[in-house]
């Protein structure tokens, strides 16, 4: 770097709900924080500007909005509020990063532009993977009953007593049309084996439910969709193919929810020299924000495969954004 | 207990930021929690239902409201929304509690009523510490200008061009006596050391203020107080004590904002055979909510002294839910 360039105080990676609630707090403490809205797109995920909370029609579980907030309107409050208190939005991806643990960290933009910041806040989140069908991320956009999150979305109304689709046979699968089984009439675990991977207690616990079943060997080859009483296209059938036999078949279907895991957005830091955990999400000391590397800290669904609510991630992008600010005043870069 | 004694699956006990969101999360998985608002009054903690936000006129960095919000609304906006998805709250306090590690856990109420649950959730907070004289009490609860929340009180037309005191000397310390300035003609901090715990950038922040003042090595040791034209008890001068050669002094002010810290309000389940930290906060297992009882769980400032954050406070409270369900789930109490 030359002696021109500026060191900004604070960079903000990602957008989501950790992104700009660090962007608040950062702002609030004159740390002037820029965030750099996405990464380079990256497969399987798909990297969305604002998040996750782009696919979610309608938000009920944020706490603040008792009558529900759609997603794409709740970030955009985010970001007023971050930009009210001086935040600086980059419409950037960062493409590659070089951490030096003796700072400033340096960021190449996907404009090749080179950022320099003392300290850098990892918020890029983590995407659902999906089925990669054609229709799949219209009606998922769209609020037409394809979720990839059963405890975000569950609880809907369009899904009261509907017979429900999962796909998907690990743990989370299991948890999740488990909690489908309270809203729905039938759930149906759609697997394309004869056995689930996930852990027998996560099995028993949704095959104990009255109006649980299985699709065993069956693969989701389509999504048919109807035009309901409002005039908006909804799902009403999955087409199922037997990997056994290749036959096709339709099941009638309220809501497909795909629990195929979720893949975090590290790909920008993979030969960063950040530690990640065994499933690839970044590591963090203790209960702080702190990576491995001095001045780097992570926030949200990038660091945490578990919770994955926009509360929790919020609530980790306002401790990361003090963290940094504790780091910066302990050596006098404040 | 009796056979026909109801066991709820889920009892929060508190109704800040992270009762209120635990509790939304456990009504939208159905399992039908019960908010106890409060815990018993409690020394030196004055315990409020809504926690310390029905103290703070002006939330503006609670993510999701981009042009701020009071406290007290936002309480009753999170209070709605859990009550929406079937939370049922009950207007008392807990006053003391017996957890079983074989569950059910009882709790008493103020009314002697005997509750039990398969799951706790502890979300009482914590309240400021005051200073311990003898008509400090009086003063704060009689609007006589003493007050634990410069933040909350400082705009008071009494306090308008008036000299005023803060107590402490850390990071809260110097952002309520920062807030001050606006107000006072001058700001005294009062720290019994000759150098403050504060960060540098918040010391400085406040330093760099024209009216802004330190007296070192001192301690308030008495209030004086006076009767105004409306014939109401006012503060009128601190007596201060040199904590080096032990002289005392008065300096006049018109009002003391004491910030020497936060006590957990966890009174009630002192032997309760919960684990607490070496500061008193209720220690929690690993990054999960989990206490060392099986099934209690706790959230918020209960088990924070770092963060403090409205928005930590709900992310927490959100966590916790969610470990309650697990945790019902897998002993089939779902």
Redo the contacts between chains.
């Keep these: 770097m030359s002696e021109s360039d500026q060191i900004h105080k604070v960079v903000i990676i990602g957008s989501g709900?950790a992104g700009?609630?660090a962007a608040?707090?950062a702002a609030?403490?004159?740390l002037d924080p820029v965030v750099y809205v996405g990464v380079a797109k990256q497969s399987p995920a798909i990297q969305l500007p604002g998040g996750q909370l782009m696919l979610t029609t309608d938000v009920?579980?944020?706490?603040?909005?008792?009558d529900g907030?759609s997603g794409p309107q709740?970030m955009q409050?985010?970001q007023?509020?971050a930009e009210?208190?001086g935040t600086k939005t980059q419409p950037r991806d960062i493409v590659s990063v070089e951490f030096n643990s003796d700072g400033p960290h340096k960021l190449v933009t996907d404009k090749d532009e080179t950022v320099y910041a003392h300290t850098v806040i990892l918020a890029t989140g983590a995407t659902a993977n999906w089925l990669g069908l054609e229709n799949e991320q219209r009606l998922a956009r769209n609020g037409g009953g394809v979720s990839a999150c059963a405890?975000c979305d569950g609880?809907l109304p369009m899904f009261r007593d509907k017979p429900l689709a999962v796909v998907g046979g690990g743990d989370s699968a299991m948890e999740e049309a488990?909690?489908l089984t309270?809203f729905a009439s039938t759930v149906y675990i759609i697997h394309r084996r004869d056995e689930l991977r996930a852990s027998k207690?996560m099995q028993e616990?949704y095959l104990?439910k009255p109006n649980a079943e299985v699709k065993w060997n069956s693969v989701v080859e389509d999504i048919k969709s109807t035009t309901n009483e409002h005039g908006q296209e909804v799902i009403s059938a999955v087409v199922l193919k037997d990997t056994t036999t290749g036959e096709l078949s339709d099941l009638e279907v309220g809501g497909l929810f795909v629990a195929i895991g979720h893949t975090p957005a590290t790909g920008f830091i993979k030969d960063s020299g950040v530690t990640f955990n065994e499933k690839g999400y970044v590591q963090l000391d203790g209960?702080t924000t702190e990576t491995n590397i001095p001045g780097v800290f992570a926030a949200g669904d990038i660091a945490d495969d578990?919770?994955r609510?926009a509360?929790?991630?919020?609530?980790?992008?306002?401790?990361a954004a003090?963290d940094a600010?504790?780091w910066?005043?302990?050596r006098?870069l404040?």
Tied chains: 1, 2.
């Design positions: 709900p700009w609630t608040i707090y609030r403490a004159n009920e579980n944020y706490p603040g909005f008792p907030v709740m409050m985010f007023k509020q009210r208190f405890v609880a488990t909690y309270k207690v616990r104990s209960k578990h919770y609510q509360i929790t991630a919020a609530g980790t992008g306002c401790q003090l600010e504790h910066l005043g302990d006098d404040i």
